[in-house]
T-cell receptor, first 109, second 113 residues
Framework: DGGITQSPKYLFRKEGQNVTLSCEQNLNHDAMYWYRQDPGQGLRLIYYSQIVNDFQKGDIAEGYSVSREKKESFPLTVTSAQKNPTAFYLC????????FGPGTRLLVL | GDSVTQMEGPVTLSEEAFLTINCTYTATGYPSLFWYVQYPGEGLQLLLKATKADDKGSNKGFEATYRKETTSFHLEKGSVQVSDSAVYFC????????????FGTGTKLQVIP
């Protein structure tokens, strides 16, 4: 079964802590993306990667970091510099058409 | 830059009613257009798409036609069900560079029995 997996489903962050969200795809897509969704709002692009070992900042990259060491994987780290991290985080992959994972909800303790 | 405007929700309909969710866009060039659906607590699922003018995308009883002259891509369904209750997002892909996708803010649909 091809698709995108994200883990964990829920993640709790303490103040000053960095946390990493996992995103894995087996669709053989070169391009992968991270979005942030806040209640009642649309999606905002955090980072994207068009190919392994390359990634670019999106519209709201401050306080986040990524890596792309493997084609299948695109983890997102929410750093302590992100002062308002509570949101629903969505990973996607694909070129003209983007396909989404189930999301990770990040909450602050 | 590119933009997508959707009708504001929530939209509340009775079961078997006709659904229209309006979507208009602004883009340079010839974008591809999409409708995604998001059920509570889940990611976005691709519902349908159209890649050129006058194309009609369809899936699960939903339809949308790419209207270049009115820059619109309205979503329609002839008879909604309670299970269609979700948030619907209109989006466009500009097909330039890295295929940036611009999303609308979403329209919440609630179908009551």
């Amino acid at each position: 079964d091809g698709g995108i997996t994200q883990s964990p489903k829920y993640l709790f962050r303490k103040e000053g802590q960095n946390v990493t969200l996992s995103c894995e795809q087996n669709l053989n897509h070169d391009a992968m993306y991270w979005y942030r969704q806040d209640p009642g709002q649309g999606l905002r692009l955090i980072y994207y990667s068009q190919i392994v070992n390359d990634f670019q900042k999106g519209d709201i990259a401050e306080g986040y970091s990524v890596s792309r060491e493997k084609k299948e994987s695109f983890p997102l780290t929410v750093t302590s510099a992100q002062k308002n991290p509570t949101a629903f985080y969505l990973c996607a992959s694909g070129e003209e058409t983007q396909y989404f994972g189930p999301g990770t909800r990040l909450l602050v303790l | 830059g590119d933009s997508v405007t959707q009708m504001e929700g929530p939209v509340t309909l009775s079961e078997e009613a006709f659904l229209t969710i309006n979507c208009t866009y602004t883009a340079t060039g010839y974008p591809s257009l999409f409708w995604y659906v998001q059920y509570p607590g889940e990611g976005l699922q691709l519902l349908l798409k159209a890649t050129k003018a006058d194309d009609k995308g369809s899936n699960k009883g939903f339809e949308a036609t790419y209207r270049k002259e009115t820059t619109s891509f309205h979503l329609e369904k002839g008879s909604v069900q309670v299970s269609d209750s979700a948030v619907y997002f209109c989006a466009l892909s500009d097909r330039r560079g890295y295929q940036k996708v611009t999303f609308g803010t979403g329209t919440k649909l609630q179908v009551i029995p």
